[in-house]
């Protein structure tokens, strides 16, 4: 049973980050095993100098809030400039690790033992069965890297290295030294308690989310919208999103798709307020007005001026789209100049140098894909021109847009009135 949940892991992450070796852990009962807390790992906040307790504080939260939704009690402690998460009872290590693999700000969770300093007979004895219980094969190369963090330990590090070694190699048949590429590495931490581990599985790096500002997305039902707002989310940034539709051209089930991605991206950036705008009218008005080599752009200046709106009243930084320079006529650079225009908040773009090959994988990599690719309808792809303009001139279009008379600002007036908000939770 513990080898079976061992396996899983390991591939979990060795799907994901490359078989590395460094993915993995056993079942993990309190009590039973060696294993009840995760040592987190995180990076770019440690360097955040007088701030860095802000960014920690908004790291721990965001822990405890990606834990809710496993099954097990846990309590998350900072210590000595790190964080660790303690089981309080039975817990899921597979469940507990992929929660914590959606917390940005994580750069490493390591599986860990803490033990209290008994002598060294006492940690040889407790280093061996942490391996014997993750490695129950035997049969690997192994290095200690042995760290004496509380300098009056007996034994220096590298004294301990070479003293575990020796345990180690006589206690595991089949295992051996390897300094220089080793297949486990035997981590020993002599702090006020000891820690051991030899995993450290990779987490998705960047900054906790809520210690960056909050920004609009416009979420659509395609692949890069969505990658987006995770890029957006992974330097911290807090996401609400819009969405427009246009019934009945689009349906319901192509709303929830929307709805579905919105839930995708909670997982990461915690709770989304999902603005669901009704855009038919003001296409179809836009339709019937201008020509329609200029449609997607108009419709595009509308968008994110409704969007921009919201924003505003959500005390929003900015707009997020998931456009990259050429991926389509609405998206050369005149075009995104052209939309632009309209837009007194900076508009971000994160996939904008990404090709399209790139941001699928993103999007296999954090599970909307899979979603992405449904096959509903998406309101731009039903008022689509034959032959777009590819190189908009703003005098042009601005011109063009004059047609719309006053009742333009009428219809925006009632999609701002009708616009249903949704809560998607994490
Ligand atoms: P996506 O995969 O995100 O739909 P796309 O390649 O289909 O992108 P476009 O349809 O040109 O590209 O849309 C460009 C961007 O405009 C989207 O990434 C999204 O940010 C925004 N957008 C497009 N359609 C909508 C929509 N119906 N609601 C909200 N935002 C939209
Ligand atoms: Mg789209």
Redesign the pocket.
């Known amino acids: 049973m513990r080898w079976k949940k061992c396996g899983k892991l390991y591939r979990a992450c060795a799907d994901i980050y490359g078989d590395d070796g460094s993915a993995g852990g056993p079942g993990f009962r309190k009590g039973e095993g060696m294993y009840s807390s995760f040592l987190v790992k995180y990076a770019e906040i440690a360097i955040k100098g007088k701030n860095r307790h802000y960014f920690e504080d908004a790291l721990v939260g965001r822990i405890y809030a990606a834990l809710r939704n496993t099954d097990g009690e846990f309590a998350v402690r900072r210590e000595q400039g790190r964080i660790y998460v303690d089981a309080l009872g039975d817990y899921d290590p597979d469940e507990v690790v992929d929660a914590l693999r959606c917390v940005f700000g994580i750069v490493g969770i390591c599986p860990v033992a803490i033990t209290e300093d008994e002598g060294f007979d006492r940690l040889a004895e407790d280093v061996i069965r942490c391996l014997n219980e993750e490695y129950p094969e035997g049969n690997y190369t192994f290095k200690v890297n042995a760290r004496r963090a509380r300098k009056n330990y007996p034994m220096d590090s590298m004294e301990i290295n070479a003293a575990l070694g020796e345990r180690i190699l006589a206690a595991c048949p089949g295992t051996r030294v390897d300094v220089h590429s080793p297949q486990v590495m035997v981590y020993v931490e002599i702090r006020s308690r000891i820690n051991i581990y030899s995993r450290v599985i990779p987490g998705p790096g960047g900054m906790p989310v809520g210690t960056n500002g909050k920004a609009m997305l ?8 969505p990658v ?1 707002g995770y890029m957006i989310a992974k330097r911290g940034v807090t996401i609400e999103a ?4 246009a019934p009945p051209y689009t349906s319901e089930r192509a709303k929830q798709k929307v709805v579905d991605l919105a839930g995708i991206i909670a997982k990461y950036a915690g709770a989304v307020k999902l603005y669901v705008v009704n855009f038919t009218d003001i296409q179809l008005y836009i339709y019937e007005q201008c020509p329609h080599e200029e449609l997607t752009i108009l419709m ?1 200046r509308y ?1 994110m001026r409704i969007a921009e709106h919201f924003a505003r009243e959500g005390k929003c930084l900015g707009l997020v ?3 990259s320079i050429g ?2 006529a ?2 050369t650079m005149q075009s995104l100049a052209a939309t632009d225009a309209v837009c007194e908040l900076p508009v971000y773009r994160p996939l904008i140098g990404f090709d399209k090959q790139e941001i699928v994988e993103r999007s296999e990599q954090i599970g909307a894909y899979e979603t ?1 690719i449904l096959p509903f309808e ?3 792809t039903i008022f689509v021109a034959k032959h777009p303009v590819t190189k908009p001139n703003l005098r042009v279009i601005e011109h063009d847009e004059k047609k719309l008379s006053e009742k333009i600002d009428e219809l925006v007036r009632q999609a701002l009135d009708t616009v249903e908000v949704i809560q998607v939770e994490m």
């Open positions: 416009l979420l659509s039902g395609g692949i890069d919208s987006a819009v969405y427009f539709h595009r968008m789209t998931g456009e991926q389509v609405s998206q992405s998406d309101c731009c």
